[in-house]
T-cell receptor, first 111, second 111 residues
């Protein structure tokens, strides 16, 4: 069983809309989470990390973490066609050297 | 910016043949990783390394070997390639508690 589960598998939003991606963990030892983005034909690239409960905002991207429920979400406001990509949630192992990735959410932003 | 390169970018191999995938990083990161990416499974960790001379098994090491001859280079070796190893392989580098930087990937087809 994967340690990190993501939903939905795919998501379509109109240009300018809000995209919301979800991630839950089965391991209460996870101390923080990463969000990565992968455009077609490229390697994944880190978007942001979140360590503390609550919101963390970077531009149009906001991550929200609730450690009690082991849930982290990513919200993209004013979505652009260039945001169309595969988004991964990831959490580190106890020694912080290994990342466990979810299976990803495919986001399509329609012009 | 951190740089990770992979070679070859595309590879076609025959069943039972030996395949070596190479990765080079110029980030001076201690940790390096090999993942495979398949639809529905996200990124799965095959092998990783904490530094030159070290290799560790990840979640799916069977059928794969790894070699870390130097800080910069990390290879993934398929001694007897099988069609089930057809996939996209990503190499990444990272320090402790920081993001991982991914290469552009190698598409491997085993016939």
């Amino acid at each position: 069983q994967q340690k990190v589960q993501q939903s939905p598998e795919s998501l379509s939003v109109p240009e300018g809309g809000m995209a919301s991606l979800n991630c839950t963990s089965s391991d209460r030892n996870f101390q923080y989470f990463w969000w990565y983005r992968q455009h077609s034909g490229e390697g994944p690239k880190a978007l942001m990390s979140i360590f503390s409960d609550g919101d963390k905002k970077e531009g149009r991207f906001t991550a929200h973490l609730n450690k009690a429920s082991l849930h982290v979400s990513l919200h993209i406001r004013d979505s652009q066609p260039s945001d169309s990509a595969l988004y991964f949630c990831a959490a580190p192992s106890s020694n912080y050297n290994v990342l466990y990735f979810g299976s990803g959410t495919k986001l399509t932003v329609e012009p | 910016e951190a740089a990770v390169t992979q070679s070859p970018r595309n590879k076609v191999a025959v069943t039972g043949g030996k395949v070596t995938l190479s990765c080079n990083q110029t980030n001076n990161h201690n940790n390096m990783y090999w993942y495979r990416q398949d639809t529905g499974h996200g990124l799965r960790l095959i092998h990783y390394s904490y530094g030159a001379g070290s290799t560790e098994k990840g979640d799916i090491p069977d059928g794969y070997k790894a070699s870390r001859p130097s800080q910069e280079n990390f290879s993934l070796i398929l001694e007897l390639a099988t069609p089930s190893q057809t996939s996209v392989y990503f190499c990444a580098s990272g320090g402790d508690r920081v993001e991982q930087y991914f290469g552009p990937g190698t598409r491997l087809t085993v016939l």
